[in-house]
């Protein structure tokens, strides 16, 4: 009888350790669930005057906070620390600025933003002066090319999406050339470009709801996911965490999609409406080190601010 | 041993006999498994249902009916299909004919995938060839209306639509393996099977450029149109003259001077000059692709040289909003559906090239400028609405028409609200009203 004992409660710890071991293995796979906090929004500058359908935002990874106010034609710097927002709010304006939309800084705080009317990336100073646009040297044939979105990786190298000439270029902090990966056969089209911690490129085709990726010094990309309609309209945006989860915004559905760094959904967070922590055709996204998360949310008029927590 | 031998006799004997009986002698049971009376299979039937003596005297019969084996596919008693089928429509025909839709079919018949097979076969007989219920075209016809209007309007018909299998020289009835819109082949191969590309004429009409492999329907419309040589309708002004050079290189090279981003501005220079110094250019617009994502070069159906019509067009990258739209027309709540939503004319709202504005919209507000060219929104509701009223959602934005209605349509929802009903609507704002 004790022998029988025995024998049940290995065969339980058995089927336990099992089960504990399946679901540790899926949630690395999957990532653990993931939801968002409201936190605030930002609704204009410190002069009072409202922002109009912004669709740009970068964070540094620590307070800076830049805020691509499109509609309005300006940048607005902000401190975002421990939660609460500083009182200096910096305006940045420029003759050579017009319609601001995706917004970068990198490690040196130079702040960097694609121009939608002149489709071109403009390059400010940490101060906000213009100091140019960023022309890519030494372009392979050919040299022709229009970006339709950018990043910058942790080295301070940039990532363009060529839609022109079908390709990613990539660029070395001085904006000469480094090399490019041709875009996949039969997608639908590209809105957005991401890295991630690895120096993984990251694609999303917003026709195709799929997103698609070039692990580093990769040739080609290989979609990463299947497609992901039944969970996004339109995925228009996307940006990494620092530990390569997924965030793609949908622009038509008004919400955040979480994928893990296998591509494999893991969350929906946020909705359709006008409410704080509702999104109305939101546009640029950005995550900082404290899972912090700014939403541009253009119909909105406002950036949305929700923090991170499993 | 004598009685064994005995045993042994009658016993060969017996079997003889059963055997005998079995094979030779017709046994006295009834016809079939439903144990008609000798003689009535094939017959029975008819005595009630006379109808079917004329039928059994068309030119083309059923085959079973015609052998008598109406319990091929009915049931004499009772059954759980209508008309006493002994399976359901959509499953009973592919049970014989299970060849009619290859499992790799690029294209299909609509009626054949939803098995309405009774569409055009007369499932007893008729006196047409496959027992069909009307005799060639004509059959077609009853469907595709706009192509049987399109034909009998236009100046110049194809000619192998009224010789021989008419619709069926070109198309496959059920469904097609080697492409789509049913066509017996992939295009040219179909086209040059009659049309011979090696003679001079057909060069000489080409201005010598091989198009042997090209896609025909790139120019030409294959049912017939007003146009010599059957160009669609809506030509490229330099199609219609000839000018192929306008935008190719001479002759045999098929290549295009440019590519197309830049090929088109040469010539339409206020159009592009009005695109690129609006804030937003619709993002496809300065792709590869460029003007060829939305427009054909050469000719097609559409105003405009649109390559499909407008909705089409604009759902192959927009098919989410357009999926909201075709529900959106579907509901019966929406009965007063937005024209625009109701037509699919998208560019009644939205700039096709660029705008200044989000969403591209032509106008920068949406609700004054643009809804209230149809809806006089000062008569629409006695809700506040206009600058001066802020939303209290949101206090960077005032009350419009788009803080209740969804501009593209709103799927099941009534009116075009943003909610199921008034109620949830209303309550988003006027939470003290909520019950």
Redesign the interface.
């Known amino acids: 009888m004790t022998k029988m004992r025995k024998c049940c409660r290995k065969i339980s710890l058995a089927a336990t350790s099992m089960l504990v071991l399946a679901s540790v293995v899926t949630m690395s796979s999957s990532g653990a669930e993931v939801k968002f906090r409201y936190v605030t929004s930002l609704?204009?500058d410190d002069k009072n005057i409202?922002?109009?359908?912004p669709e740009g935002v970068a964070s540094d990874g620590k307070s800076l906070l830049l805020v691509a106010d499109t509609?309005n034609g300006r940048l607005l710097r902000y401190i975002f620390k421990d939660g609460f927002l500083e009182a200096e709010i910096v305006e940045i304006r420029s003759p050579q600025l017009?319609?601001p939309v995706k917004t970068e800084i990198n490690s040196r705080g130079e702040i960097y933003t694609l121009d939608?009317?002149q489709?071109s990336i403009v390059r400010l100073s940490s101060e906000g002066e213009f100091r140019g646009y960023l022309n890519p040297a030494g372009l392979p044939s050919p040299a022709a090319y229009?970006p339709?979105s950018f990043t910058i990786d942790k080295n301070d190298n940039f990532y363009i999406l060529d839609?022109?000439?079908?390709r990613v270029l990539i660029l070395d902090p001085g904006g000469k050339y480094v090399g490019q990966i041709k875009f996949p056969q039969g997608y639908?089209?590209f809105?957005d470009i991401a890295v991630d911690v690895n120096g993984t490129v990251l694609l999303v085709d917003?026709?195709n709801a799929l997103v698609f990726s070039a692990a580093i010094n990769s040739a080609a990309f290989s979609p990463l996911t299947e497609s992901l309609?039944q969970y996004v309209?339109?995925p228009a945006s996307l940006t990494t965490d620092d530990r390569g989860r997924i965030y793609l915004v949908d622009r038509?559905?008004g919400s955040i999609t979480i994928l893990g760094q296998d591509g494999i959904f893991v969350e929906r967070q946020s909705g359709?409406?006008?409410?704080?922590g509702q999104l109305n055709?939101p546009a640029q996204i950005c995550i900082n080190a404290k899972g912090e998360i700014f939403v541009a949310d253009?119909?909105?008029?406002?950036v949305q601010i929700f923090k991170v927590f499993e | 041993m004598k009685s064994l031998d005995f045993n042994f006799k009658y016993a060969t004997l017996f079997t003889v006999y059963v055997v005998f009986s079995l094979v030779v002698v017709k046994p006295a049971y009834p016809e079939g498994k439903f144990k008609l009376r000798p003689g009535a299979k094939g017959k029975i039937c008819l005595k009630c249902h006379e109808t079917f003596k004329q039928t059994l005297k068309s030119r083309y019969v059923h085959p079973l009916l015609k052998k008598g084996k109406c319990t091929g596919c009915h049931v004499p008693h009772t059954s759980s299909h209508k008309n006493l089928l002994t399976a359901d429509t959509t499953k009973l025909c592919y049970e014989c004919h299970k060849k009619v839709l290859p499992e790799k079919a690029r294209s299909a018949h609509k009626v054949v995938v939803e098995a309405n097979c009774n569409k055009c076969h007369n499932s007893h007989g008729s006196n047409n060839k496959f027992i069909l219920i009307k005799s060639g075209n004509e059959l077609c016809f009853d469907c595709h209306k706009d192509i049987s209007d399109n034909i009998k309007n236009v100046r110049f018909k194809h000619k192998s639509l009224e010789k021989d299998k008419g619709c069926l020289n070109c198309h496959n009835p059920h469904a097609s393996a080697k492409s789509n819109s049913l066509l017996r082949n992939s295009m040219p191969s179909l086209c040059i099977k009659c049309h011979k590309t090696n003679k001079s004429t057909f060069r000489q009409q080409h201005m010598n450029y091989p198009v042997a492999k090209s896609d025909c329907s790139s120019c030409h419309n294959p049912h017939g149109s007003n146009k010599r040589g059957m160009v669609f309708d809506v030509a490229h002004s330099d199609v219609a003259r000839r000018k192929c050079t306008t935008c190719h290189q001479i002759a045999p090279s098929l290549k295009t001077k440019q590519p197309p981003s830049q090929l088109c501005r040469e010539c339409h220079k206020t159009m592009a000059n009005q695109t690129f110094t609006k804030k937003r250019v619709h993002w496809p617009v300065v792709d590869s692709v460029s003007c060829l994502h939305c427009h054909g070069p050469h000719a097609t159906k559409e105003q405009k040289l649109l390559k499909d019509p407008q909705l089409q067009v604009c759902g192959e990258c927009h098919a989410d909003t357009v999926e909201l739209q075709e529900a959106s027309k579907k509901n019966p709540n929406n009965d007063k559906l937005c024209e625009p939503v109701k037509t699919g004319n998208c560019t009644s709202c939205h700039s096709p090239h660029a705008a200044d504005n989000v969403l591209l919209v032509n106008e920068a507000s949406i609700s004054f400028d643009i809804c209230a060219r149809c809806h006089q929104w000062e008569t629409h509701s006695t809700h506040p609405i206009g600058e001066k009223f802020i939303d209290i959602r949101d206090k960077n934005l005032s009350v419009t028409c788009l803080s209740c209605h969804r501009a593209c349509g709103t799927g099941n929802n009534p009116a075009m609200l943003t909610f199921s009903s008034t109620y949830e609507l209303c309550i988003q704002c006027h939470v003290e009203r909520r019950r």
């Open positions: 609704y204009s409202p922002l109009k359908q509609g017009f319609y939608r009317k489709r229009v339709r839609i022109l000439s079908e639908g089209f809105s917003g026709v309609k309209r339109f038509n559905g359709l409406g006008w409410k704080e055709y253009t119909r909105n008029s406002r």
